[in-house]
C-alpha cells in the first residue's frame, strides 16, 4: 500500500496555476515534515519545498520560491502545494514525501507515486 496520495495534477497553460494535495493512506504522518518533489523526463528528482509540522517552517527551491506556496493541515494530515504563474519547465511528476523536512530525497522514508504536471507553452 502506498502511504501516500497526491491528487491535483493536470495540464496548465504558461502563467497559469495548479494545487496538488497530498494525504496520508493507512497510517498517519502528525509529527513528520512533508515535502514535495519533481522529477522531469531525463532528469533527475529534485526538491520543490517542505514544511515542518510543529511551527509550519517552510524552505523552497530557488526555482519555485516566490511562485509555490506549501502548507498543510495538521488535522486532516493534508499537505498541499499551491503554484502559480506556472512555467514549461516546471513539467514534472510531482511526489509528496514525509520525512525530516530537509530538501534531501534521501531523508524522506514514506512517498506517494506522484503526480503528472504538465505546462504548455
Known amino acids: 500500500q502506498v502511504p501516500l496520495v497526491e491528487s491535483g495534477g493536470g495540464l496548465v497553460q504558461a502563467g497559469g496555476s495548479l494545487g496538488l494535495s497530498c494525504a496520508p493512506s493507512?497510517?498517519?504522518?502528525?509529527?513528520?515534515?512533508m515535502a514535495w518533489f519533481r522529477q522531469a523526463p531525463g532528469k533527475e528528482r529534485e526538491f520543490v519545498a517542505a514544511?515542518?509540522?510543529?511551527?509550519?517552517?517552510?524552505i523552497y527551491a530557488d526555482s519555485v520560491k516566490g511562485r509555490f506556496t506549501i502548507s498543510r493541515d495538521n488535522t486532516k494530515n493534508a499537505v498541499y502545494l499551491q503554484m502559480n504563474r506556472l512555467k514549461p519547465e516546471d513539467t514534472a511528476i510531482y511526489y509528496c514525501a514525509a520525512g525530516s523536512g530537509s530538501s534531501r530525497s534521501r531523508d524522506y522514508d514514506f512517498w506517494g507515486q506522484g503526480t503528472q504536471v504538465f505546462v504548455s507553452s
Open positions: 493507512g497510517r498517519t504522518f502528525s509529527r513528520a515534515a
Open positions: 514544511i515542518t509540522w510543529s511551527q509550519g517552517g517552510t
